[in-house]
């Protein structure tokens, strides 16, 4: 599986960016699709994830009422919409896929990672 993610930039707080992720491969042998984010120095840290079949999503504390993830099916991408961005949003995003069923918050959980976008929040 290969993931690849966009929609990155320089935004100011308060905006609104669309990240986007395109699976390929072998993607009908995951279960769950990720995002997780991590900021210098810092570890990274689960955001929302969602699953392919019946759109279960679950989003952090820290995201929750300002992001909202997405996926559509039949073009294999999942989205993750950013609403109300803060300075502390700026980080690296990483898109994530899962093949267990099992957890779906922790890195570990899932096996398959994109390469990132970063994401840098000016106030």
């Known amino acids: 599986v290969q993931l690849q993610a966009s929609g990155g930039g320089l935004v100011q707080a308060g905006g609104s960016p669309r990240l986007s992720c395109a699976a390929s491969g072998r993607t009908f042998s995951t279960y769950r699709m990720g995002w997780f984010r991590q900021a210098p120095g810092k570890e990274r840290e689960f955001v929302a994830s969602?699953?392919?079949?019946?759109?279960?999503?679950y989003h952090a504390d820290s995201v929750k009422g300002r992001f909202t993830i997405s996926r559509d099916n039949a073009k294999s991408m999942v989205y993750l919409q950013m609403n109300s961005l803060k300075p502390e949003d700026t980080a690296v995003y990483y898109c994530?896929?899962?093949?267990?069923?099992?957890?779906?918050?922790?890195?570990?959980?899932?096996?398959?990672w994109g390469q990132g976008t970063q994401v840098t929040v000016s106030s």
């Open positions: 994530a896929a899962a093949s267990s069923r099992r957890g779906g918050t922790n890195r570990p959980d899932y096996e398959y």
């Open positions: 969602i699953t392919w079949i019946g759109g279960t999503t």
